[in-house]
């Protein structure tokens, strides 16, 4: 089955945006289209801004002008008011951080128009409120993200619920949210299990040089893993 006309030529974009040059018979056959509609396919991209540039010919080839300006982003409307709603969600858990409020007035600078008062609508129309206790910090939110990405480890300072305060060598696995706070499951080096963590409670958190070969998760997911008895005895979310 052939895609739809704009996931098409998305998905060209991002073959042509992964650098050099690609011919029209090697594009026609990653999208499952034909050399004709490629051809159409490079045609709106140029009018969508980028500048693709064709070597003409029996062989002829794509590619995207170095240094080419970024055109207005390719979005549904639907998809701005996911992302500006996802935004607000943000912002209620990151209140002394400005990281939410500058990614809006970006979006707003790159949008095009019909766009841009879509995205104005939903950021008028919506408010999350402030839940006590949720405050997390953009930064330990993307050291944890680049080290589950990499197979890091991370140092940090933690404070349990009970006031006893530790350092903890972990790997990380993934970060959620739940009953409004956000945690951290994690495999517990020196303790040789996995835990949770709430966000909040974590500081002076840092990477650990190199990488390793992270523990595999021992449930089919998260969910799952927090209901079990085993779960709730050793591992309760605090």
Known sequence: MELDPTIRTLAMLTLLQSG????????AERLGTSVRTVRRDAQRL?????????????????????????????????EITALVAGLHLIRAFLPEEAVASSALLKLDQVLPRPLRRRAAATDLATEVLQQ?????????????????????RLRFHYTDQHGRASTRLVEPYRHFLRAGHWYLVAFDVDRDDWRT???DRITDISRVA?????????????????????GRATH???
């Open 197 to 199: 963590f709430r966000l």
């Open 132 to 152: 006590p206790g949720a405050v997390v910090s953009a930064a330990t939110v993307g050291v944890i993200a680049d080290a589950v990405a990499e197979d890091g």
């Open 236 to 238: 309760g979310v605090a």
């Open 46 to 78: 140029r009018r969508l801004g980028y500048t693709v540039e064709a070597r003409p010919g029996p062989g002829s080839a794509y590619r995207l002008s170095p240094g080419a300006r970024i055109p207005p982003l390719l979005f549904t409307a639907d």
């Open 210 to 230: 190199g990488t390793y070969r992270p523990h595999t998760f021992p449930d089919e997911s998260i969910e799952h893993w927090l209901t079990t008895d085993f």
């Open 20 to 27: 050099g040059e690609r011919t029209a018979t090697e594009l």
